[in-house]
């Protein structure tokens, strides 16, 4: 089960750097792993809607409720990243502020997503990007090799292209009654 300190030592093998030992050891390779580790996640992870960090959970109304144009306010969870959709409706009037969903709704169930910290819950192919990014970020402070750290980049990109791809392909085909006539109409 990889861990972020194998995530940091797959990205430091990439630049052909030493392994840590772990994320926290107090090292220039772990500190900067450290610094750089929780922006690139939380930004990977909100770029695509991954099956893997997807939620539902109804929420709890706030009490007081948070001021706003809206009547009724709902905390959101720690884990929130992204708001998808509040009560399995695209039809469903809704805001997010200073963590809160508002809305008219008199009760709230959200769809989600949400930050996954075990790289262990990460599709591979989402797992090898975050590393191949990783590495592009440390390739200038570290190895001091900017070059490398431009084609890493690219390559992170591309990966990630990749790997939403195929996460895409997971689950139903999602059809609808409005899509259905128009193929009825075309024979």
């Not at 306010?73 to 509040?86: E, G, N, T």
Request: aromatic fraction near 8%; charged fraction near 20%; proline fraction near 4%.
């Amino acid at each position: 089960m990889p861990s972020e300190t194998d995530l940091c030592n797959d990205a430091l093998g990439q630049l052909g750097e030493k392994p840590i030992t772990a994320i926290d050891d107090g090292t220039a390779a772990a500190n900067l792993c450290q610094a750089f580790l929780p922006a690139l996640r939380d930004d990977a992870l909100v770029e695509h809607h991954w099956n893997f960090n997807m939620k539902h959970i109804e929420l709890a109304l706030d009490d007081p409720a948070v001021k706003s144009d809206y009547i009724y306010s709902y905390a959101l969870p720690a884990d929130c990243l992204k708001v998808i959709q509040l009560n399995a409706s695209d039809r469903v009037a809704w805001d997010v502020e200073a963590g809160h969903l508002v809305t008219n709704e008199g009760s709230a169930t959200i769809k989600y997503l949400s930050r996954v910290l075990n790289p262990s819950l990460w599709h591979p192919k989402f797992y090898q990007a975050l590393a191949t990014g990783l590495a592009s970020k440390l390739a200038g402070p570290i190895a001091n090799n900017y070059g490398a750290a431009a084609k890493l980049y690219d390559l992170s990109v591309s990966k990630m292209d990749m790997a939403k791809s195929i996460d895409g392909q997971e689950g139903s085909v999602k059809y609808h009654r409005s899509t259905a006539l128009t193929d009825d109409v075309r024979g």
